[in-house]
């Protein structure tokens, strides 16, 4: 897709500087003349609505570092100057600490948006696995922000999930000390998870630089899962089209996050981190924040520590295998009659679990938990083996086909009403 | 559709299972009060941050530390609405200790505005010798530190309703909490009370608040112009405890306010644009 460049130099400055370093003809051909598939829903905007969180984050995040004290007798302490006497302190901190929701909840669904569209096949694998890569990025940067207020479940949420370290074999007790940097998790694992905290997000923007290139290498997938055949009639020029309806997007998105941040900016947090870490008090529950329940859930399914630990690890590691193990050819969800129910039942067992995850670890939520956990990785069995039998509904030709298809049939209808009311519409 | 459904039913199960048996236990939830700064619009109560300060001052600053709080706070805007002058002269009545002084020693001298306001005990160990071994704790960030499990599906619905006043609400409760422990009840310890809501009901804190304890402003008829009850009293330091953990609070509803009708009109006008310029392709043109 990355094909022929459009780029024109028109000015001289700009013919001088395309011969020695072709920046503006790299913006020019991934952002302005780039084909992207002319039927791509609203889905398709969580790409650029995550690179949005991304870059807010790291940007609150600096700001946030010039007032923060990363020491545990003073990290608390400094959060609260942050919110009590740094002007727009509140809003710096409520904006990252929501960002980080937020981000989750875009990238959840554009995960699952990947999932239903078939998005990890190929050509995208490559692409996939540098999703799958980021996602844990995320998730371990996530994990060691939280850390930083030093509250009680900053603490020992460091405490518990650092220790699952210990379960492997041999290097497991070593790895947990160097975590660590000790024997217990005190200022040193602090100070650690901070550095890392401030490093992450920069891997993650790497990733994401090489993500972005492997999509515009091999083009945006799109809801018929039918590859662009002729870029005129299947594709439009990113920008405007691609530009404006994603900006649109992302101001929704945008309101969302800041009904959070303004209105309920402590909904998605525990209340418990707003008590000082303290070593000699373990909280009655301790659960992470909720992009992490899922996985909770799973980890303490499993009876055996190493085990829960393996079947955690695997959950997010199986999703880089699945261009391989979904068997079918089909892409797109919308033309496999079958497969489809199976990924409802996936997202309802993934929330399933959220919920799971925050229950207590006892009685008929353990039993729950191992039910979904079966039905979790059931479902990769399951696209293994339905790709081998299931019949496809017919795909449209081309994704041209199908857009006209669409005016013919759903729209179509709309058309007709609209050109009704033409005369009072036209000025 | 069967594994759909299935796991649909199995997913319903769990919620319905699991909804009575989150509130189970022997945790009450507290009554939801109303609050004067709750929802989109709420603001402080300044008269009721004014008599809950002077609750605290009177009442809990005798056992509890309140670190994160300045003299000068109390007049910042969004707040009790203290005068300058009134700040000043309370945190006169102060002895703060200082130093050291070129001869290298502490000493003591009468507050200042930009002083926190001085802590009952000097350290935790001196805290929890004079409180029967437990640390009551610090008054700051109380509101935002306690609350209780809202449960399946209502934690849902505050998503919409805003409700997040459980801090408050439990506080309030509690301190109005102080009963008998029923029949049958295990003896209490030396040191121990019994408290409908607090969770397992044994609390070191002995009923801190008594009907007329504290003397409320009075109106012009001479009368207080609340009652001086357990009741009021308790919701009045809940609401300045609402306001320590959360001293910026009304600017951030009102920010978010304007930010919110920004939104709104900036993605109307994105919407129209994006029709306007999508409006050239065929099978987006019905509205051209």
Redesign the interface.
């Known amino acids: 897709m990355s094909g022929h460049s459009t780029y024109q130099p028109k000015t001289g400055i700009e013919r001088w500087l395309d011969a020695r370093l072709p920046i503006v003809r790299l913006m020019h051909d991934s952002a302005v003349s780039y084909p992207v598939p002319?039927n791509l829903n609203y889905l398709w905007t969580f790409g650029g609505i995550l690179m949005f969180m991304l870059v807010a984050q790291i940007v609150t995040g600096i700001i946030l570092v010039m007032h923060y004290t990363p020491h545990a007798s003073m990290a608390f302490?400094s959060v609260?100057h942050i919110?009590?006497d740094v002007n727009y302190g509140?809003?710096l901190r409520?904006l990252h600490s929501n960002g980080a929701s937020m981000f989750f909840v875009a990238v959840y669904i554009h995960i699952f948006r990947g999932l239903y569209y078939g998005s990890y096949k190929a050509p995208r694998e490559v692409l996939w696995i540098l999703g799958v890569v980021i996602f844990l990025l995320m998730m371990a940067t996530a994990f060691m922000g939280y850390v930083l207020p030093w509250g009680q479940m900053s603490f020992w949420g460091a405490t518990v999930i650092t220790n699952l370290f210990s379960a492997l074999p041999v290097i497991g007790e070593t790895i947990v000390t160097f975590l660590w940097g000790g024997y217990s998790v005190d200022n040193p694992t602090l100070n650690r998870f901070f550095s890392l905290h401030y490093l992450l997000p920069f891997m993650i923007f790497g990733v994401v630089i090489l993500h972005v290139w492997a999509l515009h290498h091999v083009g945006q997938n799109n809801p018929t899962g039918v590859e662009v055949k002729n870029v005129a009639k299947d594709t439009?020029p990113f920008t405007?089209?691609a530009t404006?309806?994603d900006?649109?997007g992302m101001?929704?998105f945008?309101?969302v996050f800041?009904?959070f941040?303004?209105?309920?900016?402590?909904?998605m947090g525990h209340?418990?981190n707003?008590?000082p870490a303290n070593p000699a008090a373990t909280p009655?529950h301790i659960v992470p924040e909720w992009y992490f329940l899922p996985f909770y859930a799973i980890l303490r399914a499993i009876p055996d520590k190493l085990g829960g630990v393996l079947a955690m690890g695997a959950a997010i590691v199986v999703l880089a295998f699945l261009p391989w193990i979904d068997t079918s050819k089909i892409k797109s969800m919308t033309y496999r009659p079958i497969a489809r129910?199976?990924f409802?039942?996936f997202l309802?067992?993934c929330?399933?679990l959220g919920?799971?995850g925050a229950?207590p670890a006892e009685g008929?939520?353990v039993i729950?938990s191992q039910?979904?956990t079966v039905?979790y990785f059931g479902y990769f069995v399951?696209l293994a083996l339905i790709g081998i039998f299931e019949r496809p509904r017919p795909l449209p030709a081309s994704i041209a086909d199908s857009?006209?298809e669409?005016?013919k049939s759903g729209?179509g209808a709309?058309?007709g009403a609209?050109t009704a009311s033409e005369p009072n519409?036209k000025g | 559709?069967?594994?759909?459904r299935?796991?649909?039913a199995?997913?319903l199960a769990?919620?319905a299972?699991?909804g009575p048996?989150?509130g189970a236990g022997d945790r009450i939830k507290p009554p939801a009060e109303t609050w004067s700064f709750s929802g989109?619009f709420g603001r402080f109560d300044q008269a009721q941050l004014q008599r809950g300060f002077k609750v605290v001052k009177e009442v809990c600053a005798s056992c509890h530390s309140m670190n994160?709080i300045r003299f000068r706070?109390l007049s910042q805007p969004g707040g009790p609405g203290f005068t300058a002058s009134q700040v000043a002269a309370l945190a006169q009545t102060y002895q703060i200790k200082d130093g050291p002084n070129d001869a290298g020693e502490m000493f003591e001298r009468p507050g200042r505005a930009a002083d926190a306001f001085p802590a009952p005990f000097p350290n935790e160990q001196a805290a929890r010798a004079a409180s029967g071994g437990a640390f009551p704790?610090d008054l700051?960030?109380l509101a935002?530190?306690?609350?209780y499990e809202r449960g399946?599906p209502w934690f849902v619905f505050?998503?919409f309703t805003?409700y997040?006043e459980?801090?408050p609400d439990y506080i309030t409760a509690l301190l109005r909490g102080y009963t008998e422990p029923p029949a049958g009840h295990a003896p209490l310890l030396p040191g121990q009370y019994f408290n409908t809501y607090m969770?397992g009901h044994l609390i070191a804190m002995p009923q801190p608040l008594n009907d007329g304890q504290v003397e409320y402003p009075k109106g012009p008829d001479g009368k207080p112009q609340v009652p001086e009850t357990v009741a009021q009293y308790a919701k009045d330091v809940s609401a300045f405890l609402v306001w320590t953990?959360?001293?910026?609070l009304e600017?951030?509803?009102r920010?978010?306010?304007q930010?919110?009708l920004f939104?709104?009109i900036?993605?109307g006008l994105?919407?129209y644009?994006?029709k306007k310029?999508?409006s050239r392709?065929?099978?987006h043109?019905?509205?051209h």
């Open positions: 002319r302490n609260e919110m009590r509140w809003l409520y439009v405007p089209y404006i309806k900006l649109f101001v929704c945008i309101f800041a009904y941040v303004f209105y309920q900016p402590n909904f209340a418990d707003y008590i009655a129910q199976f409802w039942a309802v067992v929330i399933a919920y799971l229950m008929g939520y729950a039910i979904f039905l399951a857009v006209l669409n005016i729209s709309r058309l609209a519409a | 559709m069967i594994p759909f299935l796991t649909i199995a997913g769990v919620m299972l699991a048996a989150f989109p994160l706070n704790p700051s960030v935002k530190a306690r609350t399946f505050d998503i805003q997040q459980q801090g969770p953990a959360e001293p910026h600017a951030r509803k920010i978010g306010m930010v919110m939104l709104i900036f993605a994105l919407y644009t994006k310029v999508w392709l065929p099978e043109a019905s509205s």
